[in-house]
Every structure is written in structure tokens, then in C-alpha cells.
């Protein structure tokens, strides 16, 4: 199957400073990716939809200047959290759309500590 | 709007048995797909099945099958033959035709017993 890669997996950082995610498609090309965030023992909570080329579209409650969204390429999307705070710790989820089918593949997840 | 509805937050199954986990949908758009996702304590989110609202038949894979009922509006997810590696959270998910916006049920976590 499509195969999406996120990193880092794994990131802790001070309160106030930005943190890149980034989320890469391997082995397909995604006009589309989308953001999703996880708190513990939670559902997934759509953040942002990532359109290569064109701007991010944002759910209602997120705020697009927190959470940075590029998509530069076919198979490249990035998540910037700006001036990361504790409360924006959380489990941070990509995923991609194939260009022919419906289904998203999703990367491994980056698990954000603000401290 | 759509919205997922999972009603068991856990359950338990015995190893080789199978086991069906519930999910109910509402939408109004003609034309939807339906899914499960299996996410372990690893976190990462593996796609399992994909039913279309136009399938005529239940979506199966391997020892996953979906239950597509769509008069009632549900779509449950039915793992047979259980295995150990089968505990995780399990979501049902939900989008309009086009692949856009998928919205998730709250989850269902898995116990697989020995």
C-alpha cells in the first residue's frame, strides 16, 4: 500500500520556540494532505487541509497563524507550530490522499512535548 | 453535516473468535465512503477496509469485513479469528465522495484475550 512518512516521531521543545513537522508521501504523488491532531484516549480531530500549491484550508477553532501549513510539492506537506505552549502539546497526525481513490493513508504520527 | 457514531468505547474477544465492532452513520450526501482505521499503542493509523455508499456488495479483506447496512446506516467492522496483535483502538471513519474531509467516530479499543 501508499506508504506516508512523518518526522520527526518524536520532538520536545521549550515553550515559545516553533517546531517543524513534516510529512512526506513515498511512493505516490498527493495533491491533497490533511492534518489531523490526537489528544490522549481521543478521536482525531481534523486541523487543516494541505493543497499543493495553494493554502491551507483551516477548520473552524484553528488558528492558521499558530499552525503553519506549506505544501511545496506533490509529496511534501509541513506543520509549523509557532510559538509552541504546553496546551499545544498533543499527538500530531498526517495523512494523504491518493490522486485516483478516496482512501488516506496515514503517517506514523509525531508525538509534540512543550515544556 | 455527517457524524460517526461508536457506541462500544471497549471490548473484549477471546483469541479465534470473532468479534464485531458497531459504528453508525448519518449523512445526507448520496454518495460516501465508509472505513475503519486500526490505530496500536504506536500510534500510527493502518487502514483496514473501504466500503462505497454504491457497493453492492460488503467490503472484505483478508480477515476484515465490513457489514454494510445501508437502509440502517451502519457499517460495522466484523475481524474474524481474533489474534493477539488485533488489541488497538479501532475507528470508523467516514468522508463525501472526492476523498475530501473524513470525519472519525470516537473509537472502539480492542482486547484480544489469550
Known amino acids: 500500500g501508499a506508504v506516508v512518512s512523518q518526522h520527526p516521531s518524536r520532538v520536545i521543545c521549550k515553550s515559545g520556540t516553533s517546531v517543524k513537522i513534516e510529512c512526506r508521501s513515498l511512493?505516490?504523488?498527493?495533491?491533497?494532505m490533511f492534518w489531523y491532531r490526537q489528544f490522549p484516549k481521543q478521536s482525531l480531530m481534523l486541523m487543516a487541509t494541505?493543497?499543493?500549491?495553494?493554502?491551507?484550508?483551516?477548520e473552524q477553532g484553528v488558528e492558521k497563524d499558530k499552525f503553519l501549513i506549506n505544501h511545496a510539492s506533490l509529496t511534501l506537506s509541513t506543520l509549523t507550530v509557532t510559538s509552541a505552549h504546553p496546551e499545544d502539546s498533543s499527538f500530531y497526525i498526517c495523512?494523504?490522499?491518493?490522486?485516483?481513490?478516496?482512501?488516506?493513508?496515514f503517517g506514523p504520527g509525531t508525538r509534540l512535548t512543550v515544556l | 453535516a455527517q457524524k460517526i457514531t461508536q457506541t462500544q468505547p471497549g471490548m473484549f474477544v477471546q483469541e479465534k473468535e470473532a468479534v464485531t465492532l458497531d459504528c453508525t452513520y448519518d449523512?445526507?450526501?448520496?454518495?460516501?465512503?465508509l472505513f475503519w482505521y486500526k490505530q496500536p499503542s504506536s500510534g500510527e493509523m493502518i487502514f483496514l477496509i473501504y466500503?462505497?455508499?454504491?457497493?453492492?456488495q460488503n467490503a472484505t479483506e483478508g480477515r476484515y469485513s465490513l457489514n454494510f447496512q445501508k437502509a440502517r446506516k451502519s457499517a460495522n467492522l466484523v475481524i474474524s479469528a481474533s489474534q493477539l496483535g488485533d488489541s488497538a483502538m479501532y475507528f470508523c471513519?467516514?468522508?463525501?465522495?472526492?476523498?475530501?474531509?473524513?470525519?472519525f467516530g470516537a473509537g472502539t479499543r480492542l482486547f484480544v484475550k489469550a
Open positions: 495523512s494523504a490522499r491518493t490522486l485516483a481513490g478516496d482512501t488516506q493513508y
Open positions: 511512493d505516490f504523488q498527493a495533491t491533497t
Open positions: 494541505s493543497n499543493e500549491g495553494s493554502k491551507a484550508t483551516y
Open positions: 449523512t445526507s450526501d448520496p454518495s460516501y465512503g
Open positions: 466500503q462505497g455508499s454504491y457497493d453492492q
Open positions: 471513519a467516514m468522508n463525501r465522495a472526492g476523498g475530501f474531509k473524513t470525519i
